[in-house]
């Protein structure tokens, strides 16, 4: 396979940060009502295909204003898979266009299945597919997926797999973003509550995929809304890599992220969408005719956010 | 909206299921190296699209041979995701085409996120999405979906209300059939099990969801695997109906599956998918020019167990 990676991902995404000096991924989840409007006015169908192209200029014209700044995008399936199959060729345009600017690209898609229907999923995003004569395709191809583990290991187990034999990375949902989170993950199993059980899952399923700078490639998915509960994750969890939701429109801010990170200053990846595809809807002059330039400026603002904070805490 | 279906998801289902005399479901699962030659070589081209076209061809035969039989399909969206923009058309047109028969379709696609992120999958599958010029329109449109709650209610709520302002239906992930579903669902809280205390959110969730035969259109996955476990289930949730995978090539028969039945007959449907649409390839003669007929004869096998055994079980 000559497109193969040839470098574990964790590794490959700690250098992106280093590169960077930046732990901050852009979410590229766009919403047609919100993507301005100069860049649909060319595009007189009203159908879903001109969502698509919408959303292909509007992503584009974002990883132009970021690209330099960040290490990795962050586009969420939900938003293009709303256009069916026109909008799924926008989520391939917008990945192929952004692994062109040297950015990582991590598909949120919080998949999740039994172990026939997991491995199709793993073919899809990480790894390869069958082609009507036989030989084997990329289809996807992203450096990394987010996954729901509720199924247990045999659902899990052909990511793992594929983020070994392809070095792809996977997050694992611990405890999420949302307010709702602890219907079931705040319950407790014995002395331990559902989202550190599952983290303990992870932890013995991450094993062995550590890159050469300590961590691994089996990361976990752990809110910034919940800095508290971040920080028993980390415990039990000391050598994966968290993505981290929850940062700017959710409500979490600077100083509740760093329970996310190890005394190293690594071990995070922060994530914000809104706050930064959209960040000229809270602008002053609300100027959609800038809204590449307000996303940087929210792109620089939120690294130098998270670079005070971390040096503050670990002071 | 013209073309909002006018009846409760529960009571389409079963009234579907008496016209029919029967509660199974056929999984539209394709896999390009099942699928017979004849059907590719129409296709030259070896890239994602002649797959799709394949898999058109293919379902829309399987469709033709059991859409008298049985009363809806469920097509497993990792299967067409594998094939990016060309798969998801695929889908689509699947989709189309059982609805044309009279099918009910289930988009067995188990998505999750958090509310604003489920908002789109809710818009995506059940509801309408929003055009570039503004106004809504339908895009998968199917009749119901399954979902992950690992998240909680309100990453559930936006499928629940469109479930009611569009007369559509969800299936929750409880006690999946695979064998490690036991890593996370058999863990014990307090004196319940994690897919007793799931059982029992979505007892909540789906309050006030009944048609007029009784039953919710806020429903459950559970696995035919596990006879014992969807006993409980079936005492916790009595008005829901159960989306039952596991018969056939998982492993299940016709008598684990009657644990999932209330004694009035209803409240589950069973799916197989590679036992009833690859029958040919269990068959002796591997014809793979009649694999059309041979499903719809697995198709009447499977009919003719489940009655047998619900018949059976209930003297």
């Known amino acids: 396979m000559e497109n193969k990676v040839p470098e574990n991902f964790a590794d490959r995404l700690i250098n992106a940060i280093d590169e960077k000096h930046n732990p901050s991924v852009v979410g590229l989840d766009p919403r047609i009502e ?70 990582i690209v991590i598909a949120d898609a919080k998949r999740n299945d039994i172990g026939s229907t997991a491995e199709a999923y793993s073919a899809a995003y990480l790894g390869e597919v069958r082609n009507s004569s036989g030989s084997m395709i990329r289809s996807f191809d992203v450096d990394a997926l987010t996954l729901n583990a509720y199924l247990g290991w045999d659902g899990v187990k052909p990511f793992v797999q594929a983020c070994k034999e392809y070095n792809k990375g996977i997050f694992i949902l611990a405890k999420t973003s949302n307010p709702s989170s602890g219907d079931l993950q705040d319950k407790k199993i014995d002395d331990k509550t559902v989202y550190e059980e599952m983290s303990h899952l992870i932890g013995q399923w991450g094993d062995g995929s550590e ?105």
Chains 1, 2 share one sequence.
Do not use: W
């Open 211 to 315: 890159g050469k700078r300590g961590y691994r490639s089996i990361g976990a998915v752990v809110g910034a809304t919940f800095p508290e509960q971040a920080k028993q994750i980390r415990n039990i969890l000391p050598n994966s890599i968290f993505l981290v939701p929850g940062y700017g429109a959710q409500g979490a801010i600077a100083a509740d992220i760093v329970a996310c990170f190890n005394p190293d200053g690594y071990g995070a990846i922060i994530n914000s969408s809104r706050g930064i595809i959209f960040a000229y809807m809270d602008d002053q002059n609300k100027n959609s005719r800038q809204f590449d330039t307000t996303a940087r400026s929210a792109a620089i603002r939120m690294k130098e956010d998270i670079s005070r904070a971390l040096a503050f805490f670990s002071l």
């Open 34 to 103: 919100h993507i301005p409007e100069h860049l649909k006015s060319k595009h007189c169908r009203d159908d879903r295909e001109a969502v698509a192209d919408a959303f292909i200029a509007f992503n584009k014209a974002i990883i132009d204003a970021v690209y330099d700044i960040v290490p990795a995008v962050k586009p969420q399936l939900a938003f293009y898979e709303q256009y069916g199959h026109c909008g799924i060729r926008a989520f391939e345009e917008t990945i192929s266009y952004a692994r062109s600017k040297g950015l």
